[in-house]
Nanobody
Framework: QVQLVESGGGLVQAGGSLRLSCAAS????????MGWFRQAPGKEREFVAG????????YYADSVKGRFTISRDNAKNTVYLQMNSLKPEDTAVYYC?????????????????????WGQGTQVTVSS
């Protein structure tokens, strides 16, 4: 079956770093735009970062710009989120997603409804 599985979450101190991975299986996602979202308790699931299928275009939420980096390795069917200079407000469950449709090599999806496939999420907790 088609699956996205996140890993790499955990507990870190403010200012620390984590690298999240999203391993896809069931089919290739090498032509899907992909992204990361997060959801904190009591809040809506929000866009964090997106990447085009080619990896040539990325887009970040203002809250993480300059601190987070999204990347992908299509040969491994995997997308990553490098998170540096973490803040307590970054605490959330982080979800990986794939669009499931054909797009240009520069298309980046930022809306929840643009994504058809979702992982189960991985918890990131940043202590102050």
């Amino acid at each position: 079956q088609v699956q996205l599985v996140e890993s790499g979450g955990g507990l870190v101190q403010a200012g620390g770093s984590l690298r999240l991975s999203c391993a896809a299986s069931g089919r290739t996602f090498s032509r899907d735009a992909m992204g990361w979202f997060r959801q904190a308790p009591g809040k809506e699931r929000e866009f964090v970062a997106g990447i085009s299928w080619s990896g040539g275009n990325t887009y970040y939420a203002d809250s993480v710009k300059g601190r987070f980096t999204i990347s992908r390795d299509n040969a491994k069917n995997t997308v990553y989120l490098q998170m540096n200079s973490l803040k307590p407000e970054d605490t959330a469950v982080y979800y990986c997603a794939a669009t499931g449709f054909v797009s240009s090599s520069w298309y980046v999806a930022t809306r929840r409804d643009d994504y058809a496939y979702w992982g189960q999420g991985t918890q990131v907790t940043v202590s102050s």
